[in-house]
């Protein structure tokens, strides 16, 4: 593609919108980010990547814990105390979020993406939600638990993931307003879904252009 | 077109909807109801069109006021005090949304299309949302008022919707799981909006044909 363009994807756990957005970043031909954020921001960083998946998406990572665990500190300069704290990584995450914006296009999954690049004229955010009888049959499938731990996993991430993003955003997770195109993929499937999308980044694409 | 589809149309005061809507319904080739549905709810029901008015999209109409002024009762044998609460109200414009959505393909603006006709395979639901920026304008234009004037009037009628919505459904207005599709469309302008949303009436009628 001549110009960037980087779509962010906000989901519901077991929506799919993983693999809507590996199926999206191949048929854009573009880079796909989703947990590889979190190692490159420890990479970047000079901490253990560890720290950074204690913190995922949660807002109170028990971080002395996996410190007290024995995981390594790395870096040699960075102050301490402000590092390890989950605004200390959330703010790490979010230069690596915004380096990898600014030099490419990409879709990147989750981790307040939508909002660290909210100025970026090139962000397109989207939202993928499903209904409950297909996340669950997802989460059953993919993650290979009964039917009552897909529910339990399904209320206590989205509750994480919901938390998460509205103490770092000044906005709602889930809610339509937030991002700039919700879909429910149990409309199209997920192969559609991503034409659909494909389609909606194409065509604002087309606009960016004449800009 | 051959197989019935009925898009409901949920929409933030100021967005564009009403004209989404309007514009969706004629290249489509299928009926459009905005406010006309309440005075097809009055003609079913033989109230007068200004019970509905009063009502329209609000929890608490202020209907014994209304009543005062003199519009007059129509009807013949309905019990008197269910249809003057706004939650009978609500129910004769169920009855005609379900009627009007049973013998053809239509576009319906707001109303809790959405929620009633939940149990209909050919309906989709879409919410419009726009950025604040876009909405002020488009208010201070098409109602002639100043911009703060616009603001208030943003405000106070998506509370309005907001809690007509939250009360008649088991759902929540705006968010984006409530409704199959959500765009910004500020991302696309108005006329690719329809455009973008026609092809998802298609290819969601394409899967249709084939269950």
């Given at each position: 593609m001549e110009n960037k363009?980087?779509?962010?994807?906000?989901?519901?756990?077991?929506?799919?919108?993983?693999?809507?957005?590996?199926?999206?970043?191949e048929i854009l031909g573009i880079a796909y980010y989703d947990k590889e954020l979190m190692a490159m921001a420890a990479k970047d960083s000079g901490l253990c990547e560890e720290f950074f998946e204690k913190?995922?998406?949660r807002v109170s990572g028990n971080?002395?814990?996996?410190?007290?665990?024995?995981?390594?500190?790395?870096?040699?300069y960075a102050p301490f105390?402000?590092?390890?704290?989950?605004?200390?990584l959330f703010k790490l995450q979010s230069d690596?979020?915004?380096?990898?914006?600014?030099?490419?296009?990409?879709?990147?999954?989750?981790?307040?993406?939508?909002y660290i690049l909210?100025?970026?004229?090139?962000?397109?955010?989207?939202?993928?939600?499903?209904?409950?009888?297909?996340?669950?049959?997802?989460?059953m499938e993919y993650d290979k638990v009964t039917e009552q731990e897909a529910k339990d996993r399904m209320a206590?991430?989205?509750?994480?993931?919901s938390s998460?993003?509205?103490?770092?955003?000044?906005?709602?997770?889930?809610?339509?307003?937030?991002?700039?195109?919700?879909?429910?993929?149990?409309?199209?499937?997920?192969?559609?879904?991503?034409l659909f999308i494909k389609d909606f980044v194409m065509r604002r694409m087309e606009i960016l252009s004449h800009q």
């Open positions: 363009i980087i779509v962010t994807i906000g989901r519901q756990f077991g929506s799919g919108g993983r693999e809507i957005g590996q199926k999206l970043a913190a995922d998406e971080l002395s814990y996996a410190f007290s665990l024995g995981y390594s500190y790395m870096g040699a105390n402000d590092i390890l704290s989950n605004d200390g690596t979020i915004r380096s990898l914006a600014e030099k490419q296009s990409c879709v990147m999954v989750g981790r307040c993406a939508d909210r100025n970026e004229p090139s962000c397109i955010s989207v939202f993928i939600h499903n209904t409950a009888e297909n996340r669950i049959n997802r989460i206590s991430i989205d509750k994480s993931r998460y993003y509205n103490y770092y955003t000044n906005k709602a997770w889930g809610v339509a307003s937030s991002y700039n195109l919700s879909i429910d993929a149990s409309m199209l499937g997920i192969d559609d879904t991503v």
